[in-house]
């Protein structure tokens, strides 16, 4: 079997490239990987060094049609993480997410469409819903972005469904909550938190700190993601949730808790603009195929915290700008 897995450098990409070659997906035991990535400021070749010299790496813009068709053809699989996903960085300037997320999209299923692939998953978000008061989502719901990240990535999971529709590509959507874990780019609010604390400094709590994300370990995603790219329906969209439903002050509590420090290291900070208040998702569809999730919030997010006091030569040289006043 050969695999492509776009934006395989990425956090959430390079967790599922290390473990499918670490043969961590029995039913993908021993596959060829080829890892699509253009290496903008998220995607890092070092979140695959436990892998290094065992998948063939290129560099490359999913916006790019005719190094898709250079690429593609050959492959069984196609998992499509490649995309722009920082909602405060979407804020201020929307562009490159819509050629991303949306252009990069339709490119690729063009591409996997022409070179006959036989299995795509494209991962998208619970963002895509906007926010919810009460109770969860189940994939019939609207989709109803408010942000520019979300309404990108509602418009990329669009256009995967008319091709499944209108040419039989047989692309699966997933759609999933709040991630966590190692690797993960520190503009992210739980690396943000962790290594700013690690430093001495205070960490910016946006608003009344009320607002409510599901959250899931990298590891349990990427479970999902392999079941529905082995047994996915085409056209069907599968909900992977999260583990444990916290307010933002909550999970900062945890992480102070975590790291031995007092609550006076939090700072308030105007609100996001438009920032959706509840996020949450029903994943029975999913779990009626099997999937469960492993990891528990608690033991997940201590790993997590250790994993980045452990390794600042990982993560010192990428704060840069992510360093809160």
Known sequence: MKL??????????????????AGGYPAFQGASVTVLDNLTYAGNLA?????????????GDVCDGALLADVVPGHDVVIHFAAESHVDRSIEGAADFVRTNVLGTQTLMETCL???????????????????????WDEDAPLAPRSPYAASK???????????????????ITRCGNN???????????????????????????????????????????RGIQRVAEIGGPGEIYH???????????????????????????????????????????????????????????????????????NPSWWKPLRGEHRPA
């Open 4 to 21: 492509l897995v776009t934006g395989g450098a990425g956090f959430i990409g390079s967790h599922y490239v290390r473990t499918v070659i």
């Open 47 to 59: 979140n695959l060094a436990p892998v290094e010299g065992r998948y063939t790496f290129v560099k």
């Open 114 to 136: 022409a070179a006959g692939v036989r299995r795509v998953v494209h991962v998208s978000t619970d963002e895509v819903y906007g926010s919810i008061e009460t109770g969860s």
């Open 154 to 172: 509602a418009g990329g999971d669009l256009i995967a469904r008319a091709y499944a529709i209108t040419h039989g590509l047989p692309v699966s």
């Open 180 to 222: 966590y874990g190692p690797y993960q780019y520190p503009e992210k609010v739980i690396p943000l938190f962790v290594t700013t604390l690690i430093e001495g400094g205070s960490v910016p709590l946006y608003g009344d700190g009320g607002n409510v994300r599901d959250w899931i370990h990298v590891s349990d995603h990427c």
């Open 240 to 310: 992977i949730a999260g583990t444990a439903e916290l307010t933002n002050l909550e999970l900062t509590m945890r992480l102070l808790e975590a790291l031995g420090l007092p609550a006076d290291r939090i700072r308030r900070v105007p609100d996001r603009k438009g920032h959706d208040r509840r996020y949450s998702l029903d994943d029975g569809k999913l779990r009626s195929l099997g999937y469960a999730p492993q990891v528990g919030f608690e033991e997940g997010l201590a790993a997590t915290v250790e994993w980045y006091k452990d």
